[in-house]
């Protein structure tokens, strides 16, 4: 049974210790103080207020939750035991559900003090036990203070960084990945399983990653298994581990995955490639927290958060026996989809960017971005090999460049080739001089060829057609010539084709 203690009067006496600096940062510090003990509670607050922090007594966990919205502390320095309302890991617990940014730390005397530990495995910043020691309280206010200083200022950048197109390791700000962060800063923070859908390349184990970075157990380890690239008869050691002798070749006793993530989160890639039989031990893992290992008698308990990812089409999946649906409902507690790289407009360009800066530091080379034929050709291809192809594209384009500009004719031939038919892109920069030359190439191709007809539509005379075809060739600006945008083959288009014809046969 814990022990209440009575609050202790604190030592050494508050003239000991008001001389210690307070720091300049803990003057837009506000601490509230939880503690039924009246004595207690307003000596605290002497303390408090004398190292420069603003300090409010309450002595319920309920009056602590109404101080939340009008004194808004930064801190919280609750009694753990507080009989009989809300204790101190309730508070805590009830802080963190109202979304409440503050750090918690817990007054215990010495019969709580295991209860305290196993708070701060919970989301408690420390503990202070009683009798209170003065310089280690104030101390542990400023460690606290700096923490939450710290992690706010990082919640800023990253705010500013997103609106660049920047979240975290994940870049992109087209309205897909936009959603896609919203969900990711929703799940991030629970400990619940989430099921990661996409095409191969799109970056399923950077979300992961990502939630795992954004999550509480950020410190701890993240651990990744391709279910698809370890042998059926081996990914059952590969995830509980097994015991000495288990099977041949077992020479010693060997952690698996899932205790090398205890305490932090297993990313599971390809859990569709999992066998059945094997997914139904995984089912009691997560369930029940707890598995043997192969050839082992003894339960291992661990506390895991598992992400887990698929190319597949999960109802389909579900359906075909594929997965199981038991444990199809117990990973897609959360799911998230990703878009593939066409649909995610000019996050192309973006991504583009980032691998060329990447590759030209690793290369040694002055390379700093592409010109516009080739922003235009990234822009047009369909990547079915997603944000991979593009990253193996761009590496190639820096080690071939010889400039410091990226040209199509550094990129892969499928990439340089574009997509059937010709299509018109308009980017951010472009002049009204190059979106003309596009329209007229598209015009062309349209009319498969026809200068007559092609001027009609552009509403110009086929004399002025004919001096922008030449002036787009003396600069090099037609299909194959040089800089500009990819179109059709109009450089050497029969004259015959410049008559009137019927204009039901174009």
């Not at 975290?168 to 309205?175: A, F, K, L, Q, R």
């Not at 583009?352 to 590759?359: R, V």
């Not at 002025?464 to 990819?486: D, Q, S």
Request: charged fraction near 25%.
């Amino acid at each position: 049974m814990i022990e209440r203690l009575p609050g202790a009067s604190l030592t050494p006496p508050l003239a000991d210790v008001s001389a210690l600096p307070a720091p300049a940062a803990a003057e837009r510090c506000r601490v509230l103080i939880v503690d039924d003990y009246v004595s207690s509670a307003d000596g605290l607050v002497e303390h408090v207020e004398g190292w420069g922090f603003a300090a409010r007594a309450v002595h319920s966990g309920e009056q602590a939750l109404a101080a939340l919205t009008d004194f808004a502390p930064d801190l919280i320095l609750s009694d753990l035991i507080m009989p009989p309302g809300i204790d101190g890991i309730e508070l805590m617990e009830r802080i963190r559900s109202r979304g409440v940014d503050c750090e918690v730390l817990l007054l215990t005397g010495h019969g709580t003090i295991a209860t305290a530990v196993d708070a701060i495995k919970r989301g408690a910043f420390d503990y202070v036990a009683k009798p209170v020691d003065p310089p280690r309280l104030h101390h542990l206010l400023e460690r606290a203070f700096e923490k939450l200083t710290a992690r706010r200022e990082l919640f800023r950048l990253r705010r500013v960084l997103q609106n660049e197109g920047w979240f975290d390791s994940m870049i992109g700000n087209s309205p897909r990945m936009a959603a896609l962060y919203v969900q990711i800063d929703q799940v991030a923070p629970s400990a619940a399983s989430v099921m990661i859908t996409g095409e191969s390349g799109t970056g399923k184990e950077l979300v992961a990653r990502t939630i795992h970075q954004r999550s509480p157990r950020a410190g701890q380890a993240f651990i990744p298994v391709n279910c698809a690239a370890i042998p059926e008869n081996l990914l059952e050691s590969e995830l509980f581990g097994h015991e000495k002798g288990a099977f041949t070749g077992a020479i010693a006793t060997r952690q698996g995955c899932f205790e090398l993530a205890d305490g932090g989160t297993l990313f599971l890639d390809e859990i569709g490639e999992m066998p059945t039989p094997l997914q139904a031990k995984l089912l009691r893992a997560l369930e029940e927290r707890r598995f043997r290992r192969v050839g082992g008698s003894q339960e291992v308990v661990v506390d895991v958060r598992v992400i887990a990812a698929t190319n597949r089409d999960l109802e389909q999946a579900r359906r075909e026996g594929v997965l199981r649906e038991d444990l199809y409902y117990r990973l897609n507690v959360f799911h998230l989809d990703l878009p593939p790289l066409r649909d995610r407009g000019e996050d192309r360009l973006l991504l583009a960017q980032h691998f060329i800066t990447e590759f030209a530091r690793r290369e040694g080379k002055p390379v700093v971005g592409l010109d516009n034929e080739a922003r235009v050709a990234i822009m047009r291809h369909d990547w079915p090999g997603n944000v991979r192809e593009l990253r193996n594209a761009m590496e190639r384009a820096v080690i071939v460049a010889r400039g410091s500009v990226l040209g199509p004719e550094t990129l892969p031939p499928t990439v340089r080739g574009g997509a059937t038919g010709y299509e018109p892109v308009l980017l951010p920069g472009m002049t009204v001089e190059d979106a003309e030359r596009q329209l007229i190439f598209l015009t062309l191709e349209r009319t498969g060829g026809n200068k007559t007809r092609a001027a009609k539509l552009l509403d110009i005379s086929l004399k002025t057609l004919h001096n922008k075809l030449r002036r787009y060739r003396e600069l090099g600006l037609l299909p194959g010539g040089g800089a500009g945008a990819a179109g059709p083959a109009v450089d050497e288009v029969p004259a015959v084709r410049d008559r009137p014809v019927d204009e039901g046969a174009a």
